[in-house]
């Protein structure tokens, strides 16, 4: 069972930056995109970004382009996402995922494999 982790989660005023990690338990993802979902609180799990297999292409979501921006390391079994500029709105539990697919595009909750346990990001206005 392939297991993610993420870290770098926290509190951050508006504005403000953090860098997510994820580090997978094994290499078996290296033919399968990678990404980042969140969840705010009483809302639907949600799209964030993701990148394809050998990260040659990435995908976000309107509401984070340009702010946000997801790499991945396979030498590592490490994917990130590096948020700038951030909003109260961008408040959320972000989830680390495996998708069924190595193409970098919006993919929803049934496409993934595997699921993180989740970091909490909160941004006070």
């Known amino acids: 069972q392939v297991q993610l982790v993420e870290s770098g989660g926290g509190m951050v005023q508006s504005g403000g930056s953090l860098r997510l990690s994820c580090a997978a338990s094994e290499r078996t993802f290296s033919h399968k995109a990678m990404g980042w979902f969140r969840q705010a609180p009483g809302k639907e799990r949600e799209f964030v970004a993701a990148?394809?297999?050998?990260?040659?292409?990435?995908h976000y979501a309107d509401s984070v382009k340009g702010r946000l921006t997801i790499s991945r390391d396979n030498a590592k079994n490490a994917v990130y996402l590096q948020m700038n500029t951030l909003k109260p709105e961008d408040t959320a539990v972000y989830y680390c995922v495996i998708a069924n697919g190595p193409v970098a595009r919006t993919y929803q909750p049934r496409d993934v494999l595997y699921w993180g346990q989740g970091t909490q990001v909160t941004v006070s206005s």
């Open positions: 990148i394809s297999d050998i990260g040659g292409s990435t």
